[in-house]
Each structure stands twice: as C-alpha cells, then as structure tokens.
C-alpha cells in the first residue's frame, strides 16, 4: 500500500513541477512578462517623447512661416534678441540691486541712452 500512495503522488508532483517550471519561463524568460511590461513602459515613453517633439516641430514651422511673412515679428524679434533699437530710441534698462545678505531689493532705473 505505501507503494501505491507513492506512487499516486509522484504524478501530481511531476505536473506541479512542470507547471512552476512553465509559470517561471513564462514570467522571468526572454519574452517573459517583466520583459513585456518595460518594454510597455519604454513604449508609452517613446510614444510621449514623439508627442512632445511633434508639438515643438509644429511650433518651430509656425515661427519659420511667421518670421518668412510678418516683418513686424522679425522686427519684434531682432529687437528682444539682438537687442537692437530704432532711431532716437532711448532704451532704460532695470537691474535688481541687491543687499548682502544676498536677497533683492526694488529695481534702480538706469537712464542712459543707448547709441
């Protein structure tokens, strides 16, 4: 009778070890489900960086198209990056004074005419 018993249990146990076996492949293996999620997470971030670059593609073409046809934003332009000034402008340019304790004080005008 102890053979029996043995031997009624030894198939179960092959089918359970065969099922942690398959269960371990199927989550740690190559194409496992830890694969299966990063590669999900690196994909809904790739997805996001293309969105994020599109949308600043599309506002880089507006600006070309708006710098090739409005001279008013080229002029606008020009003027807050070059800083460049028409004729007989006069230009007041603020700078933050600051106390030694290092934290600011209100803005001192400065009045001199750029040439």
Not at 27 to 43: D, I, N, P, Q
């Amino acid at each position: 009778m102890r053979s029996g018993s043995i031997r009624f249990l030894r198939i179960p146990l092959i089918i359970l070890c065969v099922i942690v076996g398959v269960g371990a492949w199927l989550w740690f293996g190559e194409g496992g489900f830890v694969r299966l999620y990063r590669t999900e997470s690196e994909r809904r971030a790739c997805i996001e960086r293309i969105k994020r670059l599109a949308q600043e593609n599309q506002r880089l073409l507006n600006e070309v198209r708006r710098l090739r046809t409005d001279m008013g934003y080229v002029e606008s332009v020009a003027r807050k990056q070059l800083d460049l000034v028409k004729e007989d402008e006069v230009i007041y340019r603020f700078e933050s004074a600051k106390d030694h304790t290092g934290s600011k004080t209100s803005p001192s005008a400065s009045s001199t005419p750029l040439e």
